[in-house]
């Protein structure tokens, strides 16, 4: 009778990738447990009962967790300061958060583009839509610029106390309003 000879795999750089992942996830849950035990929370609140302060505490503890686990796995790797952020912001969601975060800041920018809003995407020349997609990719191009940049913006923002209410039933722009749009 022979004995089975143990082999040892060398890991895939997926396989590690997913390991600390999972480690993250469990981390960020754990975070969560931490806060909710530490008294924050009155015990056995129903979570339709909790207050926006008090999913506040859990959200940023999630993250916190999340944050630590990846700032070790950069810190682990060997990583310089420059590729920590790449780490950090890889959450393996698809879509991207990161990528859906800087096209949502360019949607009212995107809805002042020169396109007939009320035709069907099947019913628009070839023209029409390179035109609406280059300009969309110019926006978002800008946008993604400015978020890796950091605290250049975009997008006009208001001062506190000055935003107009915009009500979410408004029109859709016209197709024959001349939009000035700066790039």
């Not at 628009?124 to 839509?129: A, D, F, K, R």
Request: glycine share 8%; with cysteine.
């Amino acid at each position: 009778m022979s004995r089975r000879k143990k082999i040892f795999r060398v890991p895939t750089p997926s396989g590690l990738e997913d390991a600390w992942l999972r480690m993250a996830t469990t981390n960020a849950i754990a975070a969560a447990r931490k806060t909710i035990d530490a008294g924050v929370l009155p015990p056995n609140t129903a979570v339709g009962r909790l207050s926006d302060v008090e999913w506040g505490w859990i959200v940023a503890s999630v993250i916190f967790g999340w944050i630590e686990t990846r700032a070790a796995q950069a810190t682990s790797n060997g990583l310089n300061g420059q590729s920590v952020d790449k780490y950090i912001q890889q959450t393996g969601l698809q879509p991207d958060p990161w990528l859906t975060g800087a096209i949502t800041c360019v949607l009212p920018e995107l809805g002042n583009t020169r396109v007939d809003w009320n035709a069907s995407l099947g019913t628009l020349s070839q023209e029409e839509i390179v035109a609406f997609l280059a300009d969309a990719y110019t926006l978002i191009s800008a946008a993604i610029r400015a978020r890796d940049a950091g605290g250049h913006g975009v997008t006009k923002v208001l001062p506190p106390g000055e935003h107009p209410v915009v009500p979410w039933d408004d029109p859709i722009p016209a197709f024959d309003r001349e939009v000035n749009v700066s790039s």
